[in-house]
C-alpha cells in the first residue's frame, strides 16, 4: 500500500567511509564553533554532531526540491500555528540510519552519544495533541515522499516549561533555543513584508474597476527559517518553514537615523513580539490582538511564500489550484481564505468567481475538537482594526454565501443567522470555524465519532448544505519515533521476529499475530518491558527522588491536564484504593505505580488545582507505611516529547477515560497500544477504534457512550447525588475532597473540587463513571495476576495497532483531499 521503496535507508553508503562523518564533526567544531576537540563543551560537540548531520540534510533537501521542480509536482503546504517536534537528532539518526555509525564514530572520538542526545532540548512549539500531529505528518509525508511542507512560527518561547514547586505548577521559559539552533536555515534575504492596520479607501482602478486600496499600514517583516524533515530512507527531505517577525524599520536606515530613535526601537519592539511566544488563547484583550496579529503573520506570510515560489516556477495562476494544497490545522490559520482571496482579487486582479473557486479548491479544514470554546471567534471591532481590508473581504463572501443559503433554504428564516460568518448576538463576532467550512472544498474531522459528531451537532446546518464536503480522517502517530526510535528494545525484537518492513508499512505489524502466544517470544517481550520498567524507575528515582518498584503494574496517564481529561476520575480510584487498603485492610490484588504526566494551561485554574491534588495524594500516600510497595503515585514534571518517549515504552496500562463525546481522538493512546499498553478507556475519540482493532477482548472498556451522557443533558436528568447515596465507596472517595485528608497543610484546599462535582453539577459525569471504572479496574488486577494472559493481549494490540500510523493518516489526506503524489 505505500509507496516507500528504499528502505534500508540511501546513506548507507556512509559506513564504507566512516571517516567522512568523523571529518565533518571535526569540521564543525573547529569553523562553526570556533573550536577544538580537546577544549569543546558538551554543548559545542553537540552543535558540531548536528551541524554535521544537517549537511546529509542539506543535500538531500535540494535534490528533494530538485526532484519536485522536474516533476512540477503538486505541493500541499501544512499550515499550523503549532508544531511539536521533539528532539531532532535522535530521529534523523534512525530516519537516516545511522544511528549506529554515528555511536561508533563518537566512540572514536572519545565521547559520549548518550550525552549529546541529551544536550538537544525539545522543539515544543505547541501545546498539545495537535501540535505533535503536525510533526508526525511532517515525518509521514517525507517518508512517503511527497511533497508535503509545514509553514509554522519560530516563537522565540514555545510552550512553557513546567516544574512543580510544592505540588504547584510552575511556568517557566522553555529551554529550545530558537535563535542559534544548528538545525535551523535562516533565510534573511527572502524576507516578506506583511501589512496590518491602517484603513481602505475606495477608489477607482484601472479600467474603471472598483479597486480598494489598503493603505497606512504598518509594516511587519517576515523572515523564514527552515528545518529540514528527513523521511524513512533519507530520499526525501521536505522542510517545515518557521517565520519570526522583524520591524521594518530595522531594515530602512532611513527611518531609523532621520526620525526619532527611540521612537524607532519601540516600533522594533511591537513589530518583533509577533513571533515572541505562542500567546495563549484564552485571554485579555492585549493578548487577543497579538493573537490575532500572530495568525495573520503565519497566514499572510506562507500566502506570500507560495505565490512567490508558484509564479517564480512558471505558473499560472488559473492552475493555482491544480498545483496547491493547502490543509488548515484547526481554525488558527484559516485567515487563509481571507488571504487567499484578497491574494488574487487585490494583487493578481482576478475577478471574485474566479477567485473564489480557487480558493477553495485549494484550501481544506480539519478541526481537532469539540471544546465550544476552541473554536476561534474574533471580536469585528478588533479585527476591522488590525485587518481592516480582510474584513471587508469576509463581509462580501459572508453576503454571497447568505444569499445561497437563502435561496436553497427559503423556508427556514433562522438558517442565515446560524449560518453567518458574523454572529451577532453578544457583541459582533466572526465565527472562524464557518469560514473554514466555507472557504474549503474539504472538512473532516480526526476519528470516526469526532467526525460523526461535527456533522450531527456542531455543524448540521453546514453538512445538510455541503454533505460531500464532510469527511473523517482518523489521526496516526509515526511508529518511526514512537517505537522505533523511542523503544529500541522493542522494536529489535519485533524485527527479529518478523523484519524490518514495519517501519515504514506498519500494516505489517500483524504479522506479530502469531507469536502473541508464543511463550518464547512473550518471554522476550517481557525482558524488554522489565528493562524499560527498570529505565523508567530510575528516572523517576532521578527526578523525583521517589523509589517505585519496577514490578508494579505501571499505570500511565500523560496528556494535557483538563477537566474533561477527567484526571480526577482515575485520583478518584486511587483514593479509593488508599482508603481500601488502610480502612478495610484490603489490599489490591497487584501493587500499583501510579504515574502522570501533563501541564495545564497557565489560564486554567480548574486544572491546575487537579495538578496539585496529583502531587498531595501522591505525598500522602507514599509516605504512608501501610501502603508499603502495593501503591504509589507519582508525577513528573514537564511532560513533552522526550518525557512521553521515556514513560510510554514502560507503560502497562493506558488511561484513555475522557467523557465520551469531549476527546476528538487522541494520540497518546495509539503510541501506548503500540507500544505493548493495554487501554482502559471509553468509548470516546478514537478509542473506540482502537477497540475495533484490538479487538474487544484485548481492550478494558467502561463508562456511559456519547449518545446516552448527551441524552442525560439535554433531558437534565443526571444527578450526581444520586451516585453519591447509593454507593458507600464512591461516597467514600469523593468526600475526601470536602475534608482535609490531602491537604493538611492548607486546609479546604480541594473544597472547590468537591463542589463542582457535588453542587455544581459535575459537568463531566465523574461520578457516572466511577463505578464502572472501579470495576473494570478490578478486571485489570484480575488479567494482571496472569502474566501469560496480559502478555498475549499487549502483543496483540501491537500487532494489531498498524491502522493508527501516520503514514496511512497522511494517505487518505493525500488520495482524498490534496491528490496529492509520491514524487520518486
Ligand atoms: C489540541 O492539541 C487538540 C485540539 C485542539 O482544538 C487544540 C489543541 Cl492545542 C487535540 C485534541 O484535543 C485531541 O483529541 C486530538 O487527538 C489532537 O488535537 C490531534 O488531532
Redesign the pocket.
Known sequence: MTHISHYPPVCNALEADNGALRDAILYHLQYSCGSTKKEATQGELARAVMLAVRDLLTERMLATEKRYQQHNAKRLYYLSM?FHLGRTLGNVLANLGLTTLLARTMEELGVDLEEIREQESDGAL??????R?AACFLDSLATLDMPGFGYGLKYQFGLFRQELVQGYQKELPGRWDTEHNPWLISRPDEVFAIPMYGRVEPSRGRNNRYAPVWQDQKFVLGIPHDMPIAGAGGKTVNTLRLFSARSADAFDIQIFTANDYFQAIRHQLFSESVSKMLYPSDVDDQSLEMRLKQEYFLVACTIQDIMKKYLKTGGEISNFAQNTAIQLN?TNPALAIAELMRCLVDEHQLDWDNSWDITRATCAYTS??L?PE?YEKWPVQLFEKVLPRHLQIIYEINHRFLHEVRLRYPDDENAPTRMSLIEETGGRQLNMAHLAIIGSHSVNG??GLHSQLLRDNVFPDFADMFPERFSNKT?GVTQRRWLYKANPPLANLITSAIGNEWIIRAETLSRLDEFAADSQFQKQFAETRNHNKRSLADHIMRVTGLVINPDSLFDVQIK?VHEYKRQLLHLLYIIHCYRAIIEDGEPPQVPRTHIFAGKAAPGDPAAKLIIKLINNIGQVINRDTRTRDMLKVVMLPDFGVSLAEKIIPAADLSEQISMAGT?????GNMKLAMNGALTIGTRD??NIEIMEEVGADNFFTFGLDADTIEELRTENSYNAWDYYADNPLIRRAVDCLDSDMFCQEEPGLFRDIFASLMYEGDYFFHLADLESYIDTQQQVNELYTHPASWRKKAILNIARSGKFSSDRTVMEYAETIWQLKPVV
Open positions: 503549532e505547541g501545546t498539545g495533541g495537535l501540535a500531529l484547526d481537532h475538537t471544546v476552541a480526526v476519528a489521526n494535557r476527546e476528538a481522538s487522541g494520540t475519540g478514537s
